[in-house]
């Protein structure tokens, strides 16, 4: 059975950039953000929970849900918030469980922004957290998105600190243009391939 590691970093870290990487290095990354997205466009008992919770016009005529509604009713909503991860996130747990188990390689990536606020990070065997300066993560995501820096800080500022994050982390991969990238992903690589064929 392949070892499960669990990847996060705050917006902008570069999560994306670095399971490019190691999936080039050959291991499968399942990104949880787009399949949970999925599952609440086309799951029948999301799609229920969520019409029980905010009525039907929180889906669109051509069935995806209104993203725009949903961020206004549960990012400010911590109660509403909790409530939709209840539904969605056993979901995207068994899909990912389903999938990590079919893999026969000698490890598998989690990519998630909220892997410790959602306590996926408990099924994994390892956690990488990826950091950077606040500051090259707003540009990155500026550029990136053309969001304006205002918008970037905001959702940072959501989010857990990486200190917080810190604490529960096996290993910090710092994307910072400091300590070089690769040979950081080159060697974790190397390591969980070793470990992975006596797991
Ligand atoms: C509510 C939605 C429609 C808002 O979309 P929008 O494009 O405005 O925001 P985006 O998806 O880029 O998320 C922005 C940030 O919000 C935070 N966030 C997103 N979903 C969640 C969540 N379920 N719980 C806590 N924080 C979340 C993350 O820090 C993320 O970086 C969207 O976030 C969504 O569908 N979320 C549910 C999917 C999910 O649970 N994803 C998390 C991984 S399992
Ligand atoms: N070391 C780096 N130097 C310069 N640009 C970088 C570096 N790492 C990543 N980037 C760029 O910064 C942007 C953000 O990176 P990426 O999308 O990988 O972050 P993320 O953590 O997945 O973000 P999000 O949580 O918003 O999805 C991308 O455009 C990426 O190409």
Redesign the pocket.
């Known amino acids: 059975m392949a070892l499960k590691i669990g990847i996060t970093g705050g917006?902008g870290s570069g999560k994306s950039t670095i399971c490019k990487v190691f999936s080039l290095l050959g291991a499968p990354v399942f990104e949880?953000?787009p399949v949970?997205?999925t599952l609440?466009d086309t799951d029948p008992g999301i799609r229920k929970g969520l019409i029980d919770l905010f009525g039907p016009d929180i889906y669109t005529a051509n069935a995806g849900?209104d993203?725009k509604k949903?961020?206004s009713f549960?990012?400010n909503d911590e109660i509403q918030?909790a409530k939709?991860?209840a539904l969605?996130?056993p979901a995207?747990r068994a899909e990912f469980m389903e999938w990590a188990d079919s893999q026969d390689v000698p490890y598998v990536i989690h990519e998630?922004?909220?892997l410790f606020?959602?306590g996926f990070y408990k099924m994994m065997d390892f956690t990488l957290l990826v950091t950077a300066p606040d500051e090259d993560r707003i540009k990155r995501v500026m550029t990136r998105d053309g969001s304006s820096r205002e918008q970037v800080v905001e959702?940072m500022q959501?989010?857990w600190s990486d200190n917080e994050k810190r604490k529960l982390a096996t290993i910090e991969i710092k994307n910072d243009n400091r300590e070089l990238l690769l040979p950081q992903i080159i060697r974790i690589d190397k390591q969980l391939k070793e470990y992975g064929k006596i797991w």
Do not use: G, M, T
């Open positions: 917006i949880a953000d949970a997205k609440i849900v993203r949903l961020a549960i990012f918030l939709v991860n969605v996130h995207v998630a922004a909220i606020e959602s959702r959501k989010q």
